[in-house]
Nanobody
Framework: QVTLVESGGGLVQPGGSLRLSCAAS????????MGWYRQAPGKQRELVAA???????NYADSVKGRFTISRDNAANTVYLQMNSLKPEDTAVYYC??????????????WGQGTQVTVSS
């Protein structure tokens, strides 16, 4: 079993910053891609940013230049530094990881979500 636990969400004013963290634990052999998705009310869940175990990154156009994804492979943890936040960044942010568990099964795992609200 694998668990992803997110932290770092909250309320911030436009132009402010937040840092999200997501730690994976459990019967993990290795983790390939880790990423952050978000879902705003009435909208579909969308990819925000992703990072491979080798450090290659991918960002949604809407966050390029403002958000930075990073990871600590030894700690099975992924981070999302969010700067210059805008009201349209308001959403529930979900951590995702493609995990190869002990025993050989590869699959996606999700965190419980953390609320980010950008408002004055």
């Amino acid at each position: 079993q694998v668990t992803l636990v997110e932290s770092g969400g909250g309320l911030v004013q436009p132009g402010g910053s937040l840092r999200l963290s997501c730690a994976a634990s459990g019967s993990i052999f290795s983790i390939d891609v880790m990423g952050w998705y978000r879902q705003a009310p009435g909208k579909q869940r969308e990819l925000v940013a992703a990072i491979t175990s080798g450090g290659r990154t991918n960002y949604a156009d809407s966050v390029k230049g403002r958000f930075t994804i990073s990871r600590d492979n030894a700690a099975n943890t992924v981070y999302l530094q969010m700067n210059s936040l805008k009201p349209e960044d308001t959403a529930v942010y979900y951590c995702n990881a493609e995990v190869l568990v002990v025993g050989g099964m590869l699959g996606p795992y999700w965190g419980q979500g953390t609320q980010v609200t950008v408002s004055s």
